[in-house]
């Protein structure tokens, strides 16, 4: 059985959005782990950015699966996804060097 083109492009979305949501998830872990050593506004700022992906990641979803041919949901997505992949960052190296230390991998990359 075949699977038509638009099929394919609306789970190309969704894959995007759910990476894109994996990585949130990880994100938001390691900063409530961190909460402590953070001060509240970084983990406020941090938790409004995890809200702009979520609608990032969601917008993109909906134009690129609806009008795959309109490059603008695509981006949205790829900005959800870069975006949450900064957090990651953000909290990954200060988990792994501070808050557990030589807990996480090349944690010292993330500086």
Excluded: K
Aim: net charge positive; aromatic share 6%.
């Amino acid at each position: 059985m075949r699977h038509s083109a638009a099929s394919w492009v609306s789970t190309a979305a969704w894959a995007l959005a759910g990476c894109t949501l994996l990585i949130l998830v990880a994100a938001m872990v390691l900063l409530g782990l961190n909460a402590e050593r953070m001060g509240p506004n970084r983990v406020a700022f941090d938790v409004t950015v995890g809200l702009a992906v979520v609608v990032y990641a969601g917008v993109g979803r909906l134009i690129a699966s609806r009008v795959p041919r309109n490059a603008i949901g695509w981006l949205l997505g790829l900005m959800g996804l870069s975006l949450g992949a900064s957090v990651l960052a953000e909290q990954y190296a200060p988990y792994g060097l501070a808050t557990a230390p030589g807990s996480l991998p090349v944690a010292r990359l993330g500086l």
